[in-house]
């Protein structure tokens, strides 16, 4: 076959240089056909396509060969033959070709067969509340100026074919949680099966078939909900092709081009309208005549009641440094100076985290996301500030610290004064017992009256602190004393003295002067 490179010496020699055919023929020691062909065609490649290959040898048993393969492959795996022994029966047969041949033949009908089947799909039809599907997708959108890749959770109900999109940071297990408890609380319930990719957060082995082995936690989220989770086949994403889809619809329809938002609040809030807005603008693909937010609608009553949400929380243990601060995800946070150098256990959830020891919270704090910030809560410092009160001024803790307006008066005016940080310290120290706004209003009396010492406020926290006078309770007329009682020990003496031929008690009506007076009489 010529290569482009002669092809092209031939037409310059013949339309440039004016050389005649036989002279280029023996120049270039080429056919006079071949260089005809160059001259008069006009083309600059030639190829040829073998539109047929002759197999003269394997092509008079195809048929035998295709029913031998066909019948192996639908054989148990450990009972198929190798192509050894199907060359050998066929051979049998009257083959009189090489094993070659057939391992050649074999090669190409599996693959045929294989892509044959690989392009066509059954269609799926899902009762309503029977199932919804799950994914994540990768999204890019600036947040607070900052272009942000975010992690886009994708529920959709399999019948009604409702979307829900959620964004997060990550894609770890607490997410997975938070995910399912805002799409189902969106929906109004959940449904009886979960169809899943394989992903880690949920499936720790993978089995032979659709056997899992799923994480405890995921199962403990199934259970609380009541669903029943389905694994996909690795690598067929078909078998959850309705949220696979959606990734890509919602894609071009939400985050293209980039959104801009404050905060991840901001763009889920506005990502469930969107959501909304989208169901009710839509035809359902089935039910041409209806919307999808109307088959949702209809979908709703056979959805599993929403029971309320899962506590989805990541669990580590974790090691309180004298800093009183622990690690975890790259950052550090604090917890209460009396949690020092003892083991705590660290639950992050979605949005928030939280320290346990001994069966209490010991630190609580929003979740912060990135590298190397350190997130501090002042009042986990107060027990040491109560031993240390110098540190007060240069604590890293309390260089931020956003108090109210009275007590930062009372702050300023006791730093000018000798002893004044260990009156601030047990001003600061009544918040963990009173609350920071009843300490702000005892600072704020204080000021009023021109004093900012400790004691004052201390003094008026105290006041605070006691209960209301009894409230004055109106007797009614039906219980009301005749006689009043009057504390005079004589009077038991006259129980005993007749006055007048008369016993004393008896001037007065009321039931006790009559007891009294039945017992004088004995």
């Known amino acids: ?83 050894v022994r199907i060359y050998e029966e066929l051979r049998n047969l009257g083959y009189d070709g090489s094993y070659d041949a057939v391992r050649r033949y074999a090669a190409n009908w599996s693959r045929e067969t294989q892509e044959a089947s690989a392009s066509a799909y059954v269609p799926l039809s899902f009762d309503p509340g029977e199932a919804y599907q799950f994914d994540w997708s990768h999204e890019v959108v600036l947040i607070d100026g900052v272009t942000t890749t975010v992690k886009a959770a994708h529920v959709r109900l399999s019948h009604s074919r409702m979307p829900f999109v959620r964004a997060y940071p990550r894609e770890t297990q607490e997410m997975v949680f938070d995910a399912h408890d805002k799409a189902f609380a969106f929906f109004g319930g959940a449904c009886a099966r979960g169809i899943y990719d394989n992903m880690k957060t949920a499936v720790d082995t993978i089995f032979v078939g659709k056997d899992r082995a799923y994480n405890r936690r995921f199962q403990q989220m199934c259970g609380h909900y009541l669903v029943e989770p389905v694994a996909c086949t690795p690598a067929s994403g078909w078998e959850k092709g309705q949220v696979e889809n959606q990734v890509g619809v919602l894609r071009r329809r939400f985050f293209v081009p980039r959104p801009k938002f404050k905060s991840y609040a901001e763009l889920n809030a506005w990502l469930e309208d969107r959501c909304v807005a989208y169901a009710k603008a839509n035809k359902h693909p089935e039910m041409r005549d209806k919307t999808i937010w109307e088959v949702f609608e209809e979908e709703r009553s056979c959805l599993i009641p929403y029971v309320g949400p899962f506590d989805g929380f990541h669990a580590i243990p974790a090691s309180v440094s004298k800093t009183c601060l622990v690690r975890f995800d790259n950052n550090r946070y604090s917890v209460d100076a009396r949690a020092v150098s003892r083991p705590v256990e660290i639950r992050a959830y979605a949005d928030r985290l939280e320290c346990w020891q001994d069966g209490k919270i010991v630190g609580q704090h929003e979740r912060a996301f990135g590298r190397g910030k350190t997130i501090y809560d002042p009042l986990h410092y107060l027990p040491v500030l109560a031993r240390k009160p110098g540190a007060l001024r240069n604590g890293a803790p309390f260089k931020d610290w956003e108090l109210p307006i009275a007590i930062r008066r009372v702050r300023r005016k006791l730093e000018r004064e000798p002893g004044g940080d260990r009156q601030m310290v047990d001003i600061l120290g009544a918040i963990l017992t009173d609350g920071l706004e009843a300490v702000d209003a005892a600072c704020a009396e204080a000021l009023s009256h021109s004093v900012h010492s400790a004691g004052v406020v201390l003094n008026i926290l105290a006041r605070h602190r006691e209960p209301p006078p009894p409230l004055t309770i109106t007797t009614p007329d039906a219980l009301r004393l005749s006689c009043q009682p009057e504390a005079n020990c004589d009077r038991y003496d006259s129980l005993r003295r007749p006055q007048n031929g008369t016993h004393a008690s008896s001037r007065c009506n009321g039931p006790v002067e009559a007891l009294r007076h039945e017992d004088g009489l004995r």
């Open 1 to 83: 076959m010529l290569v482009v490179e002669t092809i092209a010496k031939i037409r310059r020699a013949f339309f440039i240089e004016g050389k005649s055919i036989k002279q280029i023929c023996r120049d270039l020691r080429l056919s006079r056909n071949t260089v005809r062909k160059v001259v008069r065609s006009g083309e600059t490649e030639f190829s040829y396509d073998r539109s047929v290959q002759p197999r003269p040898k394997i092509d008079p048993w195809k048929d035998q060969l295709d029913g031998m393969l066909e019948a192996n492959a639908g054989k148990p795996k450990h009972e198929r033959l190798t192509l």
